[in-house]
């Protein structure tokens, strides 16, 4: 999993304004980001489409909060699970991110969509050999 994993974690408090869990995202060059409650544990996850829902919604983003967007609860896969776990947590759930965890603990951020091309990829590699 950490082969095709986002390692680095990007966190938004639980009461950020949209406006700001954006900014962090777009600097951060990701399309998803973890929501921590005001203690530092993470609680949630805000994936991009919750941002562009909120604005075709045409819905105030200045009045709302990480906490009205994010998704709960957060489907985690162990980092030393089976691409073929992972799959099927996808296909069990339909969420498109998934937390990589080591223990207790995120360490990186897994999206479905790299899976699906990483899988693929694999897939066309053997048909060559």
Known sequence: MNDIARPNVITCKVTDDVP???????D???G???????????IGLITD???????????DPNRKT??????TPIHKVEKDASLKEAWEIFQKTGYKRLAVTDGDK?????????LQRFMRYTRAKLLLR
Do not use: H, P, Y
Request: cysteine-free; hydrophobic content about 55%; overall charge positive.
């Open 106 to 114: 995120i360490v990186g951020v897994l999206s479905r969509k790299i």
């Open 49 to 59: 489409g919750q941002v562009f829902r909120l604005v075709a919604d045409r819905e």
């Open 32 to 42: 998803s980001i973890f929501v921590e409650d005001l203690n530092g544990k993470i």
């Open 28 to 30: 951060a060059e990701v």
């Open 20 to 26: 700001t869990v954006a900014k962090k995202m777009v």
């Open 66 to 71: 990480a906490r009205d967007i994010m998704v």
